[in-house]
């Protein structure tokens, strides 16, 4: 079982999920993914969660714990995608973690006014859990839907020779995560010349790179990274504040005509 949350680790809420799930499946396995999501940022819980659920066994459940009380009218959403369960606030979060639709979707409707609706992490999404990792069916739990909320996803652009794409993610190095994959790079850049363009035209490069120890300390790196993204750096310096860019920033990649 994981936590994706944004509680940043100084309140009670780790402990007490974790606590009431153990008090009800003792051998259960609890890993953080992370709890330094930006307070109510699905985008980046979603993000750091589609970059590390395929790694996890079949029929893990995930617990994400961003924007977790659900509006009036809203709803949980429980999951299976790929042969693992995901669990949230029907809020479109899964929808930017999962590329298909899943497997299977359940929609809970427990209303605004139940006791504990501030803390639903702890009082439904760890019952769920458990009652999944006991081998409880989640179609006993609520209404089948076709598919998770989706919002439309911020894609790169193509047009004149450019390739437009913005900044997606900033890690704890300051690297910059970018939405340019390098299947895009490949299928319009490959070979030909191209500049990427780094806030505006201030900062230029034309060099991909393999590591980031090929440049010299404090010199710009681009390269693509684990996840195939385009990523930017600077070696041994923050590329997000030395760069000025910030999540939403445009990323320009200008290539040469054939």
């Known amino acids: 079982m994981t936590l994706t949350t944004d509680w940043h680790n100084s309140d009670y809420y780790i402990g007490a999920v974790k606590a009431?799930?153990?008090?009800?499946?003792?051998?259960v396995i609890i890993t953080d993914i992370s709890h330094n999501i930006t307070s109510?940022?699905?985008?980046q819980a979603a993000f750091i969660l589609k970059s590390?659920?395929?790694?996890f066994p079949s029929g893990t459940v995930h617990i994400i714990g961003v924007d977790s009380e659900p509006k009036t009218g809203g709803n949980i959403v429980v999951a299976n995608y790929k042969?693992?369960?995901?669990?949230?606030?029907?809020?479109?979060?899964?929808?930017?973690?999962?590329e298909n639709k899943p497997d299977l979707t359940i929609v809970i409707d427990i209303g605004s006014d139940y006791e504990g609706s501030t803390f639903p992490e702890l009082t439904v999404f760890s019952e769920i859990a458990s009652f999944i990792c006991l081998g409880g069916n989640i179609r006993e739990l609520g209404e089948i839907v076709d598919d998770v909320i989706r919002s439309p996803e911020l894609l790169p652009q193509i047009d004149n020779n450019e390739i437009t794409g913005s900044v997606i993610y900033i890690d704890s190095f300051s690297n910059v995560i970018t939405n340019i994959?390098?299947?895009?790079?490949?299928?319009?850049?490959?070979?030909?010349?191209?500049?990427?363009?780094?806030?505006?035209?201030?900062?230029?490069?034309?060099?991909?790179?393999?590591?980031?120890?090929?440049?010299?300390?404090?010199?710009?790196?681009?390269?693509?990274?684990?996840?195939?993204?385009?990523?930017?750096?600077?070696r041994e310096g923050k590329a997000s504040l030395l760069l000025n860019l910030d999540r939403r920033s445009l990323i320009r990649i200008k290539y040469d005509s054939i």
């Open 83 to 98: 042969n693992q369960y995901f669990i949230c606030n029907n809020n479109g979060t899964l929808g930017l973690v999962f």
């Open 20 to 27: 009431l799930i153990l008090s009800k499946v003792s051998d």
């Open 181 to 234: 994959s390098i299947e895009l790079f490949e299928t319009f850049v490959k070979d030909r010349n191209f500049e990427i363009l780094l806030n505006s035209n201030y900062h230029k490069t034309n060099k991909i790179y393999k590591s980031y120890k090929e440049v010299n300390r404090g010199d710009i790196v681009c390269l693509f990274n684990s996840l195939g993204l385009l990523e930017i750096a600077i």
């Open 52 to 55: 590390t659920y395929k790694n």
């Open 40 to 43: 109510f940022s699905i985008q």
